[in-house]
């Protein structure tokens, strides 16, 4: 073990600017790596929010009574994928359209009637918010007697389901790529670290030494670069994470809201470590010893 | 300790090694001797299954050389000290270093008394922090004898071991191959300088056109 770490860190410094540059370049494929984790996770958190927003709207038949109303109302309740039941009377319907809407004296003028229905707001729970489950909601819902019709903003339904799929495939795609990248740069530093070395390698078989005592400082260098570019991809996501908080966001208020879990520090020195010794294991796997 | 029999070796071709069949015992010291490209090397080779024989058996104490496995060769070479022509050390280790680390591959512990009673053997304790670039030929192979007797191999292998050096510097190395054979170690040294062995009353073969043919005195 002794001669394993004092070979590894000798061929460190040793080849100090090939170890360097590839430590900054796994760095900054980790960078990349952050980035696209942190869109996902900040895209996904927003996307979280989405279906508590959305609402499903039930147009009540004209003349019900208000016991038959709350017979509805107590129906809907009962169900278990609902969250939450808003009942608006058609007079509480007029006034919000009144409200909402500037032109809507010159709208109304001429009727007598108010020709809003009463409805009733459904929030769905998080887990239905999908178009099937809208759908059979909705169907559901229709068959109760006094229900007129049922709305739901299909639309709205779709671009959340297809937003966050595709994110997640993006981030999943670009995750595995950068990955790829980072273990293929470990594993060409080790392929030409090894080559330099192959005196010594052969020097070493000639004493009696094992395979895996040739191969060991090799992987242990392969993790120490991943290492050393997770620790400097740290620094970098600091400084980036910091400039877009406490200076970007001021001009950009969409940056306000992000958000950065502090697990990804550890997260990125493991991958780095873990990529790197990846890395070097094909490298070192593939060469004769 | 060592048995040969019928071991031949060809390269393209060209027959280096033919039906040779010898025995060295244990605590023997022998030489090897013939012309530059008699075959010295490769019978050295042999023995630490650097090279494979086209044909025959070969034994060096309990391993059936031949029948190795890949895994199993680093065994066989970690029992032999070898002493190589072209030294084989390391540049960028130290004259310690490069003892030692014939020591770690072994697995041995209390690697700086080895390495240091190594050197003090070879009188380079002094030079125990120098590089083997800056160390004069005979130096070098006082470091490479250093490493073959520190793991304390009951076989050690020598090939040319005075080799460019001057005869005081070549004197000494011998000198110190048999203490090292006094001690109890099997030594073979493979050679060309007739002056090694010329009133040795050790066994000498010599190699010629492939055949092994053992000096009658």
């Known amino acids: 073990m002794h001669y394993i770490l004092k070979s590894t860190f000798q061929s460190i410094l040793k080849e100090k600017w090939i170890n360097i540059l590839s430590a900054l370049a796994i760095a900054s494929s980790l960078l990349i790596m952050v980035v696209t984790f942190l869109l996902v996770y900040n895209f996904h958190l927003a996307t979280n929010r989405l279906p508590e927003l959305f609402s499903v709207v039930i147009y009540l038949k004209d003349n019900l009574s208000r016991e038959e109303t709350d017979e509805i109302i107590n129906q809907l309740k009962q169900r278990n994928d609902i969250a939450g039941v808003k009942y608006i009377s058609k007079a509480d319907a007029l006034d919000d359209f009144k409200k909402t809407v500037k032109t809507a004296k010159a709208i109304l003028e001429g009727i007598d009637d108010n020709p809003f229905s009463s409805y009733i707001e459904l929030k769905l729970k998080r887990e239905f918010v999908s178009r099937s489950a809208v759908e059979n909601i909705s169907a559901d819902i229709k068959k109760i007697n006094g229900v007129e019709e049922t709305y739901f903003a299909e639309r709205i339904v779709e671009t959340i389901h297809f937003l966050k799929k595709s994110v997640h495939g993006v981030g999943i795609f670009l995750l595995a790529i950068i990955s790829v990248v980072v273990i293929f740069i470990s594993y060409s530093t080790v392929k030409i670290l090894f080559y330099r070395k192959q005196e010594e390698i052969e020097i070493m078989k000639l004493l009696g030494a094992t395979n895996n005592f040739i191969k060991a400082p090799f992987i242990l260098e392969g993790g120490m670069l991943g290492l050393a570019g997770g620790l400097f991809a740290v620094i970098e996501v600091m400084i980036i994470f910091m400039v877009i908080k406490y200076q970007l966001s001021g001009m950009l208020p969409v940056f306000e809201g992000i958000v950065l879990p502090l697990l990804i520090f550890p997260f990125l020195i493991l991958t780095g470590c873990l990529l790197g010794i990846i890395g070097s294991f094909i490298a070192i796997g593939r060469l004769r010893i | ?217």
Do not use: C
């Open chain 2, 1 to 217: 300790m060592i048995t040969f029999n019928n071991v031949s070796k060809s390269y393209n071709n060209i027959t280096v090694l033919r039906h040779i069949t010898f025995e060295v015992k244990r605590g023997e010291m022998v030489f090897i001797t013939g012309p530059t490209g008699s075959g010295k090397t490769t019978l050295l080779k042999l023995i630490y299954h650097a090279e494979k024989p086209d044909e025959g058996e070969i034994r060096v104490g309990n391993f059936k050389v031949t029948s190795l496995n890949k895994k199993e060769i680093p065994y066989l070479r970690r029992n032999i000290g070898i002493i190589f022509q072209d030294f084989k050390l390391i540049d960028n280790m130290t004259v310690f270093d490069n003892i030692a680390l014939s020591l770690q591959i072994r697995k041995a512990k209390d690697i700086n008394n080895f390495v240091y009673e190594a050197l003090k053997k070879v009188h380079l304790r002094h030079k125990a922090d120098s590089y083997p670039k800056i160390l004069s030929g005979g130096e070098q192979q006082r470091v490479v004898i250093a490493r073959a007797i520190a793991a304390k191999t009951e076989l050690i292998l020598a090939d040319e071991p005075t080799a460019n050096l001057d005869p005081n510097t070549a004197t000494a190395i011998m000198q110190l191959i048999n203490e090292i054979n006094i001690q109890g170690a099997t030594v073979i040294i493979a050679t060309h300088y007739r002056e090694l062995f010329r009133n040795t009353w050790k066994r000498v073969f010599r190699l010629d056109e492939g055949n092994l043919i053992e000096r009658v005195t």
